[in-house]
Nanobody, 126 residues
Framework: QVQLEESGGGLVQAGGSLSVSCAAS????????MGWFRQAPGKERAAREF???????????NYADSVKGRFTIFRNNAKNTLYLQMNNLKPEDTAVYYCAADQGRYGTRLFEYEYWGQGTQVTVSS
């Protein structure tokens, strides 16, 4: 089992950058693939959007087309931490960002992820 806690959200102007982190408890973090999802204002949990995913080693990543080239997912297994560096932010990136852990592959679908954090708010002003 792994517990996840996001941090680093905030308010930023369009075109700016922000980094969010996800701290994991337990000694098994390095065995999980990890993902970032986001939930836009007014949307339900089932409508959470895939953002990015990374395999257990950090060698393989996957991105949604909407963030490709702007966002970077990476992890530090020694620190049990997952990161998402977000550059050139747009107002449509405004959402609560969630990290999630998956014992399988670094998939793009909500049901593939077993453990979730509580989320951190990212707001991009125009």
């Amino acid at each position: 089992q792994v517990q996840l806690e996001e941090s680093g959200g905030g308010l930023v102007q369009a075109g700016g950058s922000l980094s969010v982190s996800c701290a994991a408890s337990g000694r098994t973090f390095s065995t999980y693939a990890m993902g970032w999802f986001r939930q836009a204002p007014g949307k339900e949990r089932a409508a959470r959007e895939f953002v990015a995913a990374i395999d257990w080693s950090g060698s393989n990543t996957n991105y949604a087309d909407s963030v490709k080239g702007r966002f970077t997912i990476f992890r530090n297994n020694a620190k049990n931490t997952l990161y998402l560096q977000m550059n050139n932010l747009k107002p449509e990136d405004t959402a609560v960002y969630y990290c999630a852990a998956d014992q399988g592959r670094y998939g793009t679908r909500l049901f593939e992820y077993e453990y979730w954090g509580q989320g951190t708010q990212v707001t991009v002003s125009s």
